[in-house]
């Protein structure tokens, strides 16, 4: 089984609006408020996985739990934020992880030990 990447544009906007059941109109809204970022070729506009995702969540602030369309700017924002962070605090806690082990290691070398 291959995988593809979630940001891979592959849909029209005529499938984006089956796949979301967002009218197009309300899809277009959206792209030039810069809540989803389609890519384009030539004229059209291509949505990836992702893209069709954020208009889900955004159809699920709006519609479900009453959020304005400023606060779903700010909800979207605050959740890349946080993902970002979540990201950078993995590869720290990584980077962490080797230097303890370099650590050991040198001092398993030297006859130390480690705390």
Do not use: C, W
């Amino acid at each position: 089984m291959t995988s593809h990447d979630e940001s891979e544009p592959v849909y029209m906007i005529g499938v984006v609006v089956t796949l979301t059941q967002m009218h197009a109109q309300t899809i277009r809204l959206y792209e030039r408020l810069g809540l989803v970022n389609p890519q384009r070729k030539s004229k059209n506009r291509l949505y990836s996985n992702s893209d069709v995702e954020r208009l889900r969540q955004i159809r699920r602030f709006t519609q479900e739990m009453g959020v304005n369309l400023a606060g779903v700017e700010v909800i979207l924002d605050l959740l890349q934020k946080m993902e970002q962070l979540q990201t950078e605090r993995d590869l720290q806690a990584q980077r962490s992880e080797m230097l303890e082990s370099k650590f050991k290691e040198y001092l398993a070398q030297v006859g130390g030990k480690f705390p």
